[in-house]
């Protein structure tokens, strides 16, 4: 695909796929990465976390906004997302707080097949993910365009429940789990990367596991 293909040499060469020395222990995984990353255990339990507001959002209500550097600002409803390329995905869930998920069975789209309905401009850099609690998280867009990066509805079979961001939350498998916001609202494209809501209180622009990569 187009915009991925344009992205796809400065997504090779992002840590999680290419750092010749990860931090980390165990098997390694699909990328070449240790299992576990520095600091990081696993846990049983998938815990929640956020800002402690629960929005009411549902499938009905559900309105994703494309739009900042794009050609074709776009808004989608929940039954036009069952209407892109549908994925499954089984992937590592890793928080900041120290936890790891392992093997959390997703099924959504992907965030690149969202963005190239857009037609971002060529001086898009970076993603903000904008939710209906009004948390922001920034993405750069060799990140967001992994195609294991997702907008995912259903997790393990049944569907995404609401206090882990359902109907509709992000992913990015990839990175810190911070960076996947829930009840996620509006993808805004940026010509220039700027800090989401966590960023501006000190966590990493970049959030990447393997380097331990968690403050800015
Ligand atoms: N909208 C929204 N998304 C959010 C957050 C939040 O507070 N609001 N917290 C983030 C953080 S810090 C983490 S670790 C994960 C936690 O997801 P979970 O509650 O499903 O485990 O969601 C991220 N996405
Ligand atoms: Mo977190």
Known sequence: MELRKRWEARTQATPSMADPSPLGSGPVNRHGMPRLPVGQSASKKWPVLDLGVLPEVTRESFRLEIDGAVEVPTTLRFHELLELEQVEDVSDFHCVTTWSKFDLAWKGVRVSDLLALARPLESARALMAHASDRYTTNVALEEALKPDVLLVYQ???????????????????????WKGAKWINRLELLTENAPGFWEQRGYSMTAHPWRDDRYG
Not at 155 to 177: C, F, K, N, S
């Open 155 to 177: 997790v393990d079979g049944a569907p995404l429940p609401r206090e882990h961001g359902g109907p509709v939350r992000m992913i990015t498998p990839q990175l810190y789990a």
